[in-house]
């Protein structure tokens, strides 16, 4: 039974770039969340999908922007990159049930020069 | 809005003594479920424990259990038999439960260092 699963692993990209970080669910989840861990914090809630449609968002600023597709497995796009994207970005998967655990795939690191 | 605060941002402990790790929380939301994940340095957020706000027995799994008090809003997570193995990050979370899928909102984590 796979996990959830991210690609790529790591990603280099220079300011005002646009950037494409792909996630796909555990086995049987249907709704895909993406949060961003800057160095030494705690992670934070970006937006959720389910039904490929946006549930729930974080305060993020519009140039995040994602997508879910009816296999269930997501996009996280980021338009007009800053050095501040730099991050490690988590996606986790979960079934749309109350209180159901979020289960998290190995992130994806991006560094923004 | 909900907040969590773990106070501690690092901490040492030998090998195969227990450790507890502190969290405290505040919500307005009636029902809410907490949860600790450990953060190796490979990045991943692996899930160790859960706990309901209305569950009425502290949570265990293995070698973690969740020391919940409720009046306090405090979730400690407690590692039992330390190994090497589980130095890491650790991170304590919440979301409410009023809806389905709720989103996570994590405290800053505390690392911890497990010594030989």
């Known amino acids: 039974d796979a996990g959830v699963t991210q690609s790529p692993t790591h990603l280099i990209k220079t300011r005002g770039q646009q950037v494409t970080l792909r996630c796909s669910p555990k086995s049987g989840h249907d709704t895909v969340s993406w949060y961003q861990q800057a160095l030494g914090q705690g992670p934070q809630f970006i937006f959720q999908y389910y039904e490929e449609e946006e549930r729930q968002r974080g305060n993020f600023p519009d140039r995040f922007s994602g997508h879910q597709f009816p296999n269930y497995s997501s996009e996280l796009n980021v338009n007009a990159l800053l050095l501040g994207d730099s991050a490690l970005y988590l996606c986790a998967s979960s079934a749309l049930i109350a209180g159901e655990t979020q289960y998290f795939g190995p992130g994806t690191r991006l560094l923004v020069l | 809005a909900q907040k969590i605060t773990q106070t501690q941002p690092g901490m040492f402990v030998q090998e195969k003594e227990a450790v507890t790790l502190d969290c405290t929380y505040d919500?307005?939301?009636?029902?809410?479920?907490l949860f600790w994940y450990k953060q190796p340095s490979s990045g991943e957020m692996i899930f160790l424990i859960y706990?309901?706000?209305?569950?009425?027995q502290n949570a265990t799994e293995g070698r973690y259990s969740l020391n919940f008090q409720k009046a306090r809003k405090s979730a400690n997570l407690v590692i039992s038999a330390s190994q090497l193995g589980d130095s890491a990050m650790y991170f304590c979370a919440m979301s409410p439960i009023k809806a389905a899928g709720n989103k996570l909102t994590f405290g800053g984590g505390t690392r911890v260092l497990v010594k030989p």
């Open positions: 919500t307005s939301d009636p029902s809410y479920g």
């Open positions: 706990q309901g706000s209305y569950d009425q």
